[in-house]
Structures are given as C-alpha cells and as structure tokens.
C-alpha cells in the first residue's frame, strides 16, 4: 500500500514538472557569470532576477528591443523570453552562435496602440489645475502630440509618463521660462532644458544654434521636438514607463530623489487612470540609492550604468 502511495505521489510531482515547462518551450543556457533578466527587452527596463551562470533555461519565445554588443559575437537586438524567471535576457548571452535563437518563435505582436492625439480636455481632466494657462496649452498641443508620435509615445503608460513630467516641468506650456532664472541655459520649454551640455548636443542634433539662440528652445516650433529629444535620445524613457517605473523616470529628468517624485508619480497614476480606465499593480514612485541624486550632467551611457547591479550584463 505504501509503495502504491509513493508512486502516486512520485507520478504526480513529475506531471507537475512537465506543466510547469511551457509546451514550446526550447532548452538553452546562459554563457555570462552574472546576466539581468528584464521586465522587458531593454537595458532600462527594470531588472527583475539575476541569473549566475552559466544556468540552463527554457525560452519560449524571442522579442526585437534594445541592440546588445558582446565581445567576440555580432551584436543582437533578440531577447529571449524565459518564463520561468518572468522576464527577458539578451540572446548575446545565449549559447548560440546565431543573433537570432534557432527554433524559438517570436513573441505575440504587441496590441495597437490606442489611437487619437491628446485634447486640452484629457490633459484638463487628468491634471486639474495644474493647467493654469489653457489657451497656452492648447496652442501648443499639435506639435506635442506630433513629438509624441515622433517618439513612440503612444500607450497609456508612455503617455502618461510623459504628460505627467511635462506638467510638472512646465505645466504643459512651450514657452515657459523657469522662473527666476537667469541663467544663459536656464530651463526653457516643454521639458526645461538646462545647461549647455543639453543645449549643445540637442542643437546639433536639429541643425539649430541654441547655445547661441538658446530662445529657440521655449519656441513653438522647437519646444516639443527637444522634449521629444530628451526623452528618446539623451534618455531612453519609454521602456521606463512601459515598466512602470516612475522613480527611474523621475531620476532620469535630472533632479535629487525628494517629495516631488511622489507628487509626480500621483499625477503619472491619474494620467493612467485616465487614460486605461485604472492604475495596474506594480508602479513604482521610489529610486534606487544609485539614483538619488542629480543625474542631469549624466552622458545617456552614464546614466544607464549607473543603476546597474555591479558585475552584471545585459
């Protein structure tokens, strides 16, 4: 009768690990010693386990994001979807000689974004009175929503990442001045630029002088696309909404950790509450300690560095 009992139980627990391994799933393992796993296939995405390695795994599909370069290997922009750590890693850490996996097929498309631009009545209705100056934003909103489409900004969670900073930064006016600044690069604009080590880099990557008309940067015409700039090319922002995490966006805008990354993480809630009917579990308004102070002289590849767990890869 006990042997009886055993085998069941034996039976069970090994069908049991047959469900837990996905149906198409195809065995692989790990090549690098210490590998993030991400929310999703970006180097800013939040990581959510580190594998030591080499560890075998089970990938059940592949998804296009952020170009990886692992020494020795073609760079990759395939990341492989382990289910059973609940995020992706890079392909360059796969052991395969191949970018792309052979035999694992790629991950369900994305659903469309939802489409429409944003009307002064969202934004009045996800902000309140934080839009003091309506006829102002309304003038403004076709170029921001066409610097949104520009960027990829087309989800809830971008959207709502984005608006959210900017109503904070500017409160959703393009030709702001910070108030009382005096200085040559001051904050301008939809995003606030500051310093000449935005002014610079952002001018030439639209052919324009700021630092020599720095005025250009609270103009209607270049007032949204250097927000969009920003966002997209001093900063990689979008996989941060996409995570959730308002903490590391808030860090990523360039100001120390304090109370303002609460109160804009509840304006980044009630954008999304807008926007997708309710707030999904697991948005973040913290920083990490690597990211608390001011990152705004930061190079992109600094700041992307800096909150990445030492020793690790992807």
Known sequence: MF???LSSAVALVAISLVAATPAQAVAFQTTASAL????????????????????????????LGDPVTVPGRAAT???AHLPAHGG??????????????????????????????????????????????????QTGLPSLNQAMRDANINTPRRKAAFLATLVHESRLEYNIREIGDTRVYGGRGYIQLTGDFNYGPAGRYFGIDLLGNPELARSLQWSAPIARWYWTVARNINPMADALDMGKVNAAIGYPAGAEDQRRCDSFKNALRYLSGSVPAGVICTRSKALSGDTSKLTKTQFEALDRIPGTVG
């Open 77 to 79: 922009s395939w990341w």
């Open 3 to 5: 042997k009886r009992v």
């Open 36 to 63: 993030n796993i991400r929310s999703e296939p970006y180097l800013s995405a939040a990581v959510v386990k580190v594998l030591n390695g080499p560890t075998a795994v089970d990938v059940d599909c592949q998804k």
């Open 88 to 137: 992706y890693a890079t392909v360059g850490y796969i052991n395969t000689t191949e970018t792309k996996l052979p035999g694992v097929p790629d991950c369900p498309a994305d659903p469309p974004p939802p489409a429409g631009d944003v009307t002064l009545a969202d934004v009045q209705a996800m902000f309140g009175t934080r839009i003091a100056n309506p006829s102002i934003v």
